[in-house]
């Protein structure tokens, strides 16, 4: 059994009189891959924001590596490994793919995290080979493909050496072949430097595909937790959320 990096437990969140989440409890081991799914609403992305520091829990406690971040914004948590992508890519859209990952890079040197080692420009061709990026490098942002914004976006992430990366639905609005790209990226990057991976996602290809473990929300509770099996076996998750096979999430 792996060690636990990231431990959430209990946690609340409302938007006024609208509870989103309810008594929340989740673990992430390390180098485990964590897939949450559940129906639009389900409180999918607000659990994101709590985990990652966007927002802060009503009630509840989260850990990292046994340290109590509830409280803590979310650049701290990012100071400590947290690495984040969005639904919509965020990258610099004016500026060349070896820009954009060399800003990013130029940060992490300033942090407290940085690692003396390889200077910059190394790190850099290094990262555009191992995300597929090379041929690209020279290209502006703005004119690449949605899959391959999406690659630069995880490029940018992976720049700041996290050891946790979220991802909310990462494969959404790709292309089939796009999404087996994903998939095939996220097994090498999760293999190749021993991340723990925690990730939303609406394609159920993707999830059972990637998971080592899936919990299941609906109107902001945990209602599963388990191996990609136990769930596929669960008669609540398929009466609430698989179904006949459609996707919901």
């Known amino acids: 059994m792996s060690t636990t990096l990231l431990d959430a437990r209990q946690l609340d969140k409302s938007y006024g009189r609208i509870g989103v989440l309810r008594d929340v409890s989740l673990t992430i081991g390390e180098g485990e891959s964590h897939v949450v799914i559940g129906p639009n609403g389900a409180g999918k992305t607000t659990l994101f924001k709590v985990l990652t520091g966007e927002l802060l829990a009503d009630r509840g406690q989260v850990q990292f590596r046994g340290e109590d971040i509830s409280a803590l914004p979310a650049h701290q948590?990012?100071?400590?490994?947290?690495?984040?992508?969005?639904?919509?890519?965020?990258?610099?859209?004016?500026?060349?793919?070896?820009?954009?990952?060399?800003?990013?890079?130029?940060?992490?040197?300033?942090?407290?995290?940085?690692?003396?080692?390889r200077p910059v420009d190394d790190r850099l061709l290094a990262l555009l080979n191992d995300i597929g990026l090379t041929p690209l490098r020279h290209a502006v942002a703005s004119s690449l493909a949605y899959g391959d914004r999406k690659r630069l976006e995880m490029a940018m992430?992976?720049?700041?050496?996290?050891?946790?990366?979220?991802?909310?639905?990462?494969?959404?609005?790709?292309?089939?072949?796009?999404?087996?790209?994903?998939?095939?990226?996220?097994?090498?990057?999760?293999?190749?430097?021993?991340?723990?991976?925690?990730?939303?996602?609406?394609?159920?290809?993707?999830?059972?595909?990637?998971?080592?473990?899936?919990?299941?929300?609906?109107?902001?509770?945990?209602?599963?937790?388990?191996?990609?099996?136990?769930?596929?076996?669960?008669?609540?998750?398929?009466?609430?959320?698989?179904?006949?096979?459609?996707?919901?999430?």
């Open 77 to 117: 948590r990012v100071q400590r490994g947290f690495g984040r992508t969005f639904q919509v890519a965020r990258v610099f859209g004016k500026l060349t793919v070896q820009d954009n990952l060399h800003i990013a890079l130029e940060a992490h040197a300033r942090s407290p995290r940085a690692q003396a080692g």
């Open 157 to 249: 992430v992976l720049a700041l050496e996290p050891v946790a990366l979220f991802l909310d639905e990462p494969t959404a609005g790709m292309s089939t072949a796009e999404r087996q790209a994903t998939v095939q990226l996220l097994r090498h990057i999760k293999k190749t430097r021993g991340l723990s991976l925690l990730m939303t996602e609406h394609d159920m290809d993707v999830v059972f595909g990637l998971a080592d473990r899936i919990s299941v929300l609906h109107h902001g509770q945990l209602i599963a937790s388990g191996s990609p099996q136990a769930i596929r076996e669960d008669q609540r998750v398929k009466d609430i959320y698989l179904g006949d096979g459609d996707d919901h999430a």
